[in-house]
């Protein structure tokens, strides 16, 4: 997946570089020091993002247009080894996945990681969205117009479903 002729490279002061052939297409400075670099396509648009790794476990996602999302590993000890990339358990599909190496020898793996976006987004983004659910209903009530509201933020991943319990 991906963009094949572009390379990102990263030095130890935590500066990003995305390049097509000789030309740089971005820098972005992060701010921490990075020891691992991969690409995998962490949100499922196939599409690979970056994903770098800090020695304190800080985790940054950057898709090409330099959005940046950040997780922490909570370690007590520093980061040995880190990869990511599209594993399996046993018997299912390739999933995204991070898997930390501390200096303690323990091997954590965060497996099915998926983000909806790396991106920010506002209402206004889907608000074509909207319109076009509110068209198709004939005159909704203002219950109504905010249950589709709600379905809408939800779908995209911006709202939790209610319980039901």
């Known amino acids: 997946a991906g963009v094949s002729s572009q390379t990102t490279g990263a030095t130890l002061d935590g ?5 097509h052939g000789d030309e740089e297409l971005w820098s972005l400075a992060l701010d921490n020091p990075v020891f691992a670099l991969v690409k995998t396509d962490i949100d499922q648009d196939d599409t690979d993002e970056v994903v770098a790794c800090s020695w304190d476990g800080l985790t940054f996602f950057v898709d090409h247009s330099k959005n940046c999302v950040r997780f922490k590993f909570e370690a007590s000890v520093p980061i040995r080894a880190f990869c990511a ?23 954590v793996i965060f497996y099915d990681v998926q983000l909806t976006s790396l991106g920010v987004h506002t209402l206004n983004d889907y608000a074509l969205d909207l319109t076009s659910m509110c068209d198709s209903e004939i005159m909704p009530s203002s219950k109504h117009r905010v249950k589709l509201i709600s379905d809408l933020l939800q779908k995209n991943g911006l709202e939790k479903p209610p319980s039901t319990s």
């Open 15 to 19: 500066l990003l570089k995305m390049y």
């Open 85 to 107: 990339g599209q594993y399996a358990m046993e018997g299912s599909n390739n999933k995204p996945a991070l898997v930390y190496v501390t200096f303690s020898g323990d091997v």
